[in-house]
């Protein structure tokens, strides 16, 4: 049994902002502005990740009774992911040198978004908005019927779940104009160019994880040829990574580490999966000290390790395995 990949066709577009926003051309020298709110935030720093089209940028800033001002420079158009200190996605815009943007979001709501200063950016707030209660299919539509679009693109890349269903995104995703998506430096997984930004270890250490008996236990990956840890914030976790971890535990060791920082509903929902499967709580989130070097650059996120710990597949997508 190996992992030989997880389901990235057409999803090599996640990091290809420059391709995503290059019609719009860099707007020069000036320096772009982004004037946010986000509603419900409070006071904590918000993270902007962007690849600028040399390197991955990670840019902290602080807001302030959820209000945060960012600026900066990129060789080219950029799209700007920003996430709370829980390392929850907030949401993306669109934005290029000499844009003037000011955008609002709300924590906790991915369909909500407000947005002036660049078209692309307005047009995807549009769609957030007029697209609330499916907003899966509605970009399955929107893909079908512009799939050279630059705003299926950036919907596609940054917005479509394909792990609702895998085969039929692997068909919707080959749907898009190579052209809209090819001739860029960017053209890999936006999972694994945020993953570098902070270099992880190689290997998976043993952990010293709050279990479901409520005591500290030392989790060990070498008792199986493979083990695959769930990393997740959430206290009901997605049904198609329940289905998932169910399929896998006959064959593999799986771990399940919730780093949220309240632990209400836990215990509940571990009971939705398989009795094989190990269930932790990584107190404090993800500033906890045993998840440090593991890089995990957003949540839900996936890590198999072999026999000797060492790491043989990490990303956001449920890696795929065959016999």
Request: charged share 25%.
């Amino acid at each position: 049994m190996k992992i030989i990949r997880t389901i990235y066709r057409g999803m090599l577009l996640l990091s290809a902002v420059g391709c995503i926003v290059a019609a719009t051309g860099c707007g020069g020298k000036k320096p772009y502005r982004i004037d946010g709110t986000i509603e419900g935030l409070g006071t904590q720093n918000v993270t902007a990740i962007y690849h600028d089209g040399t390197a991955l940028r990670e840019v902290s800033t602080n807001a302030v009774n959820s209000v945060f001002h960012l600026e900066g420079m990129s060789q080219q158009p950029v799209v700007i992911e920003f996430y709370d200190n829980q390392r929850r996605r907030i949401g993306c815009i669109a934005v290029k040198n000499g844009d003037d943007v000011k955008v609002k979001f709300k924590a906790g709501d991915r369909y909500f978004m407000e947005s002036s200063g660049n078209k692309l950016s307005e047009a995807l707030a549009e769609f957030l908005m007029d697209n609330d209660d499916d907003l899966n299919a509605a970009i399955e539509r929107r893909i079908m019927s512009a799939p050279e679009d630059e705003l299926s693109v950036l919907l596609a890349g940054y917005y479509y779940d394909i792990t609702e269903d895998a085969v039929r995104a692997d068909s919707i995703l080959s749907l898009l104009d190579n052209s809209a998506i090819a001739g860029s430096a960017m053209l890999r997984s936006k999972a694994d160019l945020a993953a570098r930004s902070v270099i992880p270890i190689a290997s998976v250490k043993e952990m010293r994880l709050l279990s479901v008996a409520d005591s500290m236990m030392t989790y060990r990956p070498s008792e199986k040829s493979r083990t695959l840890y769930i990393f997740t914030d959430t206290n009901k976790m997605a049904d198609s990574i329940v289905a998932y971890a169910d399929s896998v535990a006959r064959d593999m060791r799986v771990a399940t580490i919730r780093v949220a920082i309240d632990t209400f509903g836990w215990h509940n929902d571990t009971r939705r999966i398989s009795e094989k499967a190990d269930h932790f709580w990584a107190p404090g989130g993800v500033a906890n000290r045993e998840l440090r070097g593991l890089g995990i650059p957003r949540l839900p996120y996936f890590i198999v390790a072999d026999t000797a710990a060492n790491q043989i597949y990490r990303g956001t997508k449920l890696p795929v395995i065959t016999e």
